[in-house]
């Protein structure tokens, strides 16, 4: 029964190199006297202590006690050396599992990143939470098995850090310093800086009484409080997140808009996509005009576009559109829908169209020139959403072409796109269809015929009936009108010149957004060579004053 | 780790490469339209026949190879059960008590056979099977041995004397959350604890799921399992009740042993427990620093250990034992070691040390030691089995 032994050097040996690492790293003083007196968070020979503050057992404490190495008498906290404490292996002695677990969230997935310097953030260092050697983020920076509260100091008093104002419920919080929500105090908000004030370049924090979407509780999202509202972990988790922006759900899940349509559902009150919304997902080399000429992507194929100043439009790994593609949720520097660049002048846009907004400065289609006081669906003037928004917005447009005129006239749906300005009670009434109009009802495999007979490019599109380009379809507006084009001839439109017959954005047979120019070609394209002298006087001022 | 399409590929490639060529049976068939063997169909009979007889002479090559890892297998057996020299316990220098036998990174460590003598691992790819985060171990009857893997969410079952493996998680429509416990009964059926999933599993020994222990609620977070032979009970640590549930193998609560506190006969925190052959209780006590226990009745017998890092003080203690003499074998996670003491918890030795190498240890968690006093070690960052022998005083 008895061991001859009992006690051997293995262990012997286990144990000076533990007290030797909780020695050289803890970094306490051992007056125990001065344990008894300090206030909160002060040096305690109790269970909940010393279970990880070995050195704190009364035994050490003793006098007389011999130590294997010598003590050190500065403090871990301000050395900028992990501790023994607060090491990973120390958390998990306890949680592997019989408490809580939580290994699986900090080894699979992205993580927040760790002995990170945090100059690279370039501001100012966080007061309220520690540093590893002054600068680095570690894993002591956030969680701390004390809760919130003042810091201990090298006199095992408060310090004069920030106490957080806000109550942590420790339980399902992870132990967190500070409360991982926005706000002046909070954890985030050390080392990020956010500006819920302004709602300037940051989503937007709070409301309250927002629940948390399903899809998010799933992943481990939080709300803001207990009642709801959206904070920082609403959207990111900073363990075991699926995506390297350490979000809980990608930008294109499901092919849908991804962590962003969680929220911002069809009817998510005004921040709602609508039915029709800009598409993502979708590569911009793949992007075709919304007339039926095949475009070859932005800036003529260039699979990495760039915005005007430069920047390169965010994509995907494998080139596809997000939502961050156009905006930018927490860096935003254009007020208002949290864009990447204005979209005032059409820059925006152009990124990925482009042609199609430059040649519309100052000419009839822009609206912040000939109709500054027209307002579009969501209520706002062309000077107030910009030149391309008059006529389409991304969200919650009307119909495919993303259409944000209001409906104003009886048609075909195509038509009624054009209708919604040229007709009366609309800003373009001195522009109107006349009585003597096109038939739209002709015969369509003719149209089809004739125009591949032709350059492809150059076909004239036919419409099916909710207003999309057509194999087979009506003629329609754009068919002979291009709204993106002024003049045929002229690759980049020249302003219109407002002479006494264009200041109500009237031109002639050579211009007026026509694809083609009328006097040779237009007609000529459908009806054949014998249209040149059949219809020569068709457009002629003098047949309209019969 | 092969993928199963790779290696099926990888299989077909190597068929393809010895010349093995259906058309060319056809072709020699096609030759003789008039029941003779053309020129052509009969060279093409004879290729055809000597491309067989090398795809058999590689069938049979591969066959004995396989054979030869089987047998190399039943090797590391025999030296699971042969003590290897080397390794002792004290190394002071005194009589040898404790024997380090073995490390079991994976269930291809032991003799467990796969399929088709190892070509099922050629055709499908090779399974990973190697232990994540092994965390608690037991040895039931017939040689099974049952290893609980958080990390991988599964038990290893290796039946070791019908040579086979399976990870099991399944547990019907759902499966395992966060195994921790497992234990057998006298039945033959495994038990497994889920902290998670808040209840006790019930599997047969093919790994096949029975059922449920309790109804939900019964248990806030179950963790160490045992079962009392003598008793025929199960004993349940409930570790955010400070409690030990008494079970019947049919899932009726017997009763519940202890409460919070740090008096005599409370818990705080209780992980581990274990049944020894008299049916008494030894019973982790994680936050109080101290093992409890308690008769087969349930009653308060004794308890033993205090908070510090000196020899046989605990730190973080963990799985608890006994073995065939009576001692008393308490892992401590922080000490990476296990503490040996009598009856009475006066300090016998300590074995281990931090570290990654035979005899070391890093985090270890639960212990078990079966009737041939084999001290199985659940050494959980280094990803391992490890295995001991009590040296009795007899066979010195």
Not at chain 1, 281 to 302: C, F, H, I, L
Not at chain 1, 453 to 482: Q, W
Not at chain 2, 3 to 13: K, P
Not at chain 2, 47 to 58: D, F, K, M, P, W
Request: charged residues 20%.
């Amino acid at each position: 029964m008895n061991f001859e032994a009992p006690w051997g050097h293995g262990m012997r040996a286990a144990l000076r190199v533990a007290l030797a690492a909780v020695l050289l790293c803890c970094g306490r003083t051992l007056d125990a006297g001065q344990a008894r007196t300090s206030p909160t968070l002060a040096m305690s020979s109790a269970p909940e202590c010393t279970q990880c503050h070995l050195v704190w057992l009364d035994d050490f404490a003793q006098p007389g006690v011999e130590w294997l190495v010598p003590y050190q008498r500065d403090e871990s906290f301000r050395s900028g050396r992990e501790g023994a404490e607060s090491t990973d292996l120390m958390c998990y002695s306890c949680h592997d599992g019989y408490v809580a677990d939580s290994r699986a969230r900090i080894r699979l997935g992205y993580q927040h990143p760790v002995l990170a310097s945090i100059t690279l953030l370039k501001r100012p260092k966080p007061k309220g939470v520690p540093l590893l050697r002054e600068e680095e983020v570690y894993c002591g920076t956030c969680h701390t098995p004390h809760g919130p509260g003042p810091m201990p100091s090298a006199a095992g008093r408060a310090t004069s850090a920030p106490a957080p104002t806000q109550t942590v419920k420790l339980e399902g919080n992870a132990f967190l310093r500070l409360a991982a929500r926005p706000g002046p105090i909070s954890l985030c908000d050390q080392c990020h800086e956010y500006t819920s004030t302004t709602l300037v370049g940051n989503h937007r924090v709070g409301l309250s009484d927002f629940p948390l979407p399903p899809e998010l509780a799933r992943q481990h999202g939080r709300s803001d409080t207990e009642k709801g509202g959206i904070g920082c972990q609403t959207c990111h988790t900073p363990h075991g997140a699926r995506y390297p922006s350490l979000t809980l759900l990608g930008e294109t899940d499901s092919s849908t808009a991804g962590l962003c349509a969680v929220c911002h559902k069809e009817d998510f009150s005004k921040y709602g996509l609508g039915r029709f919304s800009h598409p993502v997902g979708v590569s911009p080399m793949a992007m075709r005009g919304p007339d039926d000429r095949a475009t070859a992507g932005p800036a003529g194929g260039n699979p990495k576009p760039k915005f005007p100043n430069g920047e390169l439009v965010p994509l995907t790994g494998d080139g596809r559109m997000t939502c961050l593609s156009c905006h930018d949720v927490h860096d935003s520097r254009v007020p208002g829908g949290l864009l990447r660049q204005t979209p005032l002048d059409g820059s925006l846009c152009e990124t990925c169209h482009p042609g199609l907004a430059d040649p519309l400065q100052g000419s009839g289609h822009d609206l912040r020139v000939w109709a500054p006081e027209a307002k579009n669906i969501a209520g706002k003037t062309a000077v107030q959403s910009g030149m391309c928004s008059a006529c389409h917005i991304p969200h919650k447009g009307r119909n495919v072409s993303l259409w944000a005129r209001p409906d104003r006239g009886a048609g075909r749906a195509v038509d009624r796109l054009c209708l919604s300005c040229h007709s009366s009670g609309g800003p373009a009434v001195t522009v109107l269809r006349g009585p003597m109009t096109h038939d739209s009802e002709v015969n369509k495999t003719l149209i089809r015929l004739r125009a591949e007979k032709t350059d492809p490019s150059l076909a004239m599109p036919v419409y099916d009936d909710e207003g999309r380009p057509a194999e087979r379809g009506f003629i329609a507006c754009p068919t002979c009108h291009n709204p993106h084009q002024w003049a045929p001839d002229a690759g980049h439109l020249p302003p219109l010149p407002k002479t006494a017959s264009t200041q109500a954005g009237h031109g002639d047979s050579l211009n007026s957004f026509l694809r083609r120019r009328s006097d040779e070609q237009i007609c000529k394209h459908c009806h054949g060579i014998q249209s040149l002298w059949r219809y020569k006087y068709f457009h002629s001022s003098l047949r309209f004053e019969k | 780790m092969m993928s199963r399409t790779a290696g099926l590929s990888n299989l077909l490639r190597w068929v393809r490469s010895t010349g093995f060529r259906l058309p060319a049976k056809r072709q020699a068939k096609a030759c003789t339209p008039n029941g003779c063997l053309s020129i052509c169909g009969r060279m093409g009979r004879i290729a055809a026949t000597r491309r067989r007889r090398v795809l058999a002479g590689l069938i049979g090559a591969a066959g004995l190879i396989a054979l030869a890892t089987q047998c190399s297998q039943v090797q590391v057996v025999n030296t699971l059960n042969r003590p290897a020299a080397g390794l002792f316990w004290p190394q002071d220098g005194s009589a040898p008590r404790v024997r380090f036998l073995s490390s079991i990174r994976s269930p291809d460590d032991l003799f467990v056979r796969r399929n088709w003598f190892g070509l099922a691992d050629v055709v499908a790819g090779k399974a990973d099977r190697a232990f994540s985060v092994p965390f608690d171990v037991h040895m039931g009857r017939d040689d099974l041995l049952l290893v609980t893997d958080p990390g991988k969410c599964c038990v290893h079952f290796i039946d070791m004397r019908a040579r086979r493996y399976q990870a099991v998680s399944g547990l019907g429509q759902a499966t395992l959350q966060q195994p921790i416990g497992v234990t057998t009964d006298a039945g033959g059926l495994v038990y497994v604890s889920d902290s998670l999933l808040e209840n006790v599993f019930v599997f047969d020994r093919q790994g096949r799921f029975v059922r449920a222990l309790t109804p939900p609620g019964t248990l806030k977070r179950p963790a160490g399992l045992a079962y009392g032979a003598r008793t025929g009970c199960l004993y349940v640590a409930d570790v955010i009740a400070h409690q030990v549930k008494v079970f019947r193998p049919d899932g009726t609560l017997v009763g519940a042993i202890g409460s919070r506190g740090a008096g005599p006969g409370q818990l705080n925190y209780p992980t581990h427990v274990w049944v020894d052959d008299k049916g008494v209780l030894y019973v982790t006590s994680s936050l109080n620093f101290s093992i409890s226990v308690f008769d087969p009745s349930g009653n308060f017998l004794a308890s033993f250990g205090k908070e510090g890092d000196a020899p046989g003080y605990f730190t973080r203690p963990k799985g608890v034992a006994t073995d065939r003499a009576g001692h008393i074998y308490v892992v401590d996670a922080i000490f990476d070691a296990f503490q040996i003491f009598n009856d009475r918890g006066a300090l016998l030795a300590a074995v281990g040390s931090s570290g990654s190498g035979d005899g070391e240890f890093w985090l270890p968690a639960g212990i078990f030691i079966d009737s041939r006093n084999r001290i199985f070690v659940a050494d959980q960052q280094n990803h391992r089995i490890e295995v001991f022998q009590y040296v009795e005083e007899a066979t010195r």
